[in-house]
């Protein structure tokens, strides 16, 4: 039976020469919490199942170093690797690719250009093209627009760019079932209501988007401690998880979360 | 040293396949054209892309491809190069090399496609390739398709997605992996170890 993952996410900073992995802690304070491809070979060693790179300085001169953490990580770790923040073009994927990443996460460029969905997945795989969602709540009756049931009344979800900064008007349940239909292989949907705060996994957004596609789907935004994690699997069927802080500041070792979900019933690779 | 050939069809990222071979002691070299294929003591053949253009590419490496098997120079497919070793596949409905008798078909309806994740082994038979393995270890798969070889007794180890379904097939001096050993963290490598210990180096 497949494993549900775990999977770290390394916010990079590249304005460094080795770049480092740092994490807002209430959306401001910015903390240092590493090198990137000496992060990641820690998380593989504790048994993490993938890992994503999200450049989160994404402009242009920082590319070559985003390229030489993964070549760097590439050597030691053997696991898939995900680029994700500014991609751009079927350019900047193929030099993802080239420095051995697995898969590029793409969001904004897409959104802008949604044929790129399709040229990337068409070039170099489904499995290789995952599409980051943002999706934020908006309690309000909207025509057209997929309306969900909370507890905290009745809303839809609406994406975003450039982390939360900017907002679209497009629903995140018809994106991402378009996503698919123009050849996503993974969605990497983060909550930008829970993002950074740690109450956990926006289960009614999470439930949404995995019961609408049928392409593997990975929760991430508000994970907090353990509880979050199992909860996210019990209550809807997405493929993975994606956690940052917790692990980073050594809160928890991605060994100690799967044997808590283990315990708990839910499969995973230990 | 063994010198491994990893065959560079044009298709994406080989540094993983390439550094996970450095890792387990091996001598690995990115082949881009078929007369180098000529001297390597193995081959690879890489999983990356889709079959019809996996096929269209790899072409023109048919006949070294056939000489290193006659010669019983070990090979090993991952992937979609596992894929291209059946008769034909289901993706892009075209042939591929024959080289095992069987089809690759579509993953059955009611699970998520792709299958993309760590899934567990269950092995059926003896095989110096999965030394060291044990039953229920995991392994890394991202597949859409699936081979169905007509001699069951060529699949050494299979896995649980909707159907049981062919992980490994071995036939004389070709091996096939459905999963990415080179993603497989510890286990993969234990896997690429095995495959070049089988060299005559």
């Known amino acids: 039976m497949l494993a549900k993952r775990i999977i770290p996410c390394l916010d990079c900073d590249l304005g460094f020469p080795l770049g480092r992995v740092v994490k807002g802690v209430r959306f401001k304070q910015i903390r240092y919490a590493g090198i990137p491809w000496e992060?990641?070979?820690?998380?593989?060693?504790?048994?993490?199942?993938e890992l994503i790179f999200l450049d989160i300085t994404a402009s242009h001169e920082r590319r070559e170093t985003m390229s030489k953490v993964i070549e760097k990580t590439s050597e030691n770790v053997f696991m898939p690797?995900?680029?994700?923040?500014?991609?751009?073009?079927?350019?900047?994927?193929?030099?993802?690719?080239?420095?051995?990443?697995?898969?590029?996460s793409v969001n904004t460029a897409v959104i802008k250009n949604p044929d790129l969905l399709n040229e990337i997945s068409k070039y170099f795989g489904t499995q290789a093209c995952v599409i980051a969602i943002d999706a934020k709540r908006r309690y309000e009756h909207k025509t057209g627009k997929e309306m969900v049931d909370t507890p905290q009344g009745e809303c839809w979800f609406?994406?975003?760019l450039y982390g939360g900064r900017e907002f679209t008007g497009i629903d995140a349940?018809?994106?991402?079932?378009?996503?698919?239909?123009?050849?996503?292989?993974?969605?990497?949907?983060?909550?930008?209501d829970r993002d950074g705060t740690k109450d956990g996994y926006d289960i009614e957004l999470t439930k949404a988007i995995s019961n609408s596609v049928n392409i593997p789907?990975?929760?991430?935004?508000?994970?907090?401690?353990?509880?979050?994690?199992?909860?996210?699997?019990?209550?809807?069927?997405?493929?993975?998880?994606?956690?940052?802080?917790?692990?980073?500041?050594?809160?928890?070792?991605?060994s100690e979360v799967k044997e808590y979900l283990k315990k708990n019933g839910v499969h995973v690779r230990l | 040293m063994a010198m491994i050939a990893i065959i560079d069809y044009g298709m994406g990222n080989l540094r993983s396949i390439y550094n996970a071979l450095i890792n387990v002691n091996g001598d690995p070299v990115i082949v881009s054209d078929s007369a180098k294929l000529s001297g390597a003591d193995a081959v690879v053949i890489p999983g990356v892309g889709s079959f019809g253009d996996g096929m269209n590419n790899l072409r023109?490496?048919?006949?070294?491809?056939?000489?290193?098997?006659?010669?019983g120079i070990p090979m090993l497919?991952?992937?979609?190069?596992?894929?291209?070793?059946?008769?034909?596949?289901?993706?892009?409905?075209?042939?591929?090399?024959?080289?095992?008798?069987?089809?690759?078909?579509?993953?059955?309806e009611g699970v998520k496609v792709p299958q993309m994740g760590w899934n567990e082994l269950r092995i059926c038979c003896d095989s110096d390739l999965l030394s060291g393995i044990n039953d229920g270890d995991f392994f890394y798969f991202v597949h859409s398709y699936y081979c169905v070889p007509e001699n069951k007794h060529t699949i050494t180890a299979t896995t649980d997605y909707g159907v049981d379904l062919a992980a490994v097939v071995e036939k004389d001096n070709i091996h096939a992996v459905q999963f990415h050993p080179e993603k497989s963290s510890n286990k993969g490598l234990i896997i690429l170890k095995n495959f070049v210990g089988t060299t005559k180096c």
Not at chain 1, 39 to 49: R, S, V
Not at chain 2, 89 to 94: G, L, P, Q, T
């Open chain 2, 77 to 108: 497919g991952i992937c979609i190069g596992m894929h291209v070793l059946f008769d034909w596949s289901e993706e892009s409905n075209c042939a591929g090399f024959g080289l095992i008798k069987g089809d690759v078909i579509r993953l059955p």
């Open chain 1, 81 to 104: 690797l995900t680029v994700g923040g500014g991609i751009r073009s079927l350019k900047d994927a193929r030099t993802a690719f080239n420095a051995g990443a697995d898969k590029v």
């Open chain 2, 60 to 71: 023109p490496f048919g006949d070294e491809l056939f000489d290193v098997i006659n010669d």
């Open chain 1, 158 to 160: 609406e994406c975003s």
């Open chain 1, 173 to 192: 349940i018809q994106w991402a079932m378009e996503a698919e239909e123009r050849g996503a292989g993974d969605i990497m949907l983060t909550s930008m």
């Open chain 1, 39 to 49: 992060l990641a070979q820690e998380y593989d060693n504790q048994g993490a199942d």
């Open chain 1, 217 to 254: 789907v990975i929760a991430s935004g508000g994970c907090g401690n353990l509880e979050h994690i199992l909860e996210v699997f019990k209550k809807t069927n997405v493929s993975a998880a994606l956690a940052a802080s917790i692990f980073h500041f050594g809160e928890y070792t991605v």
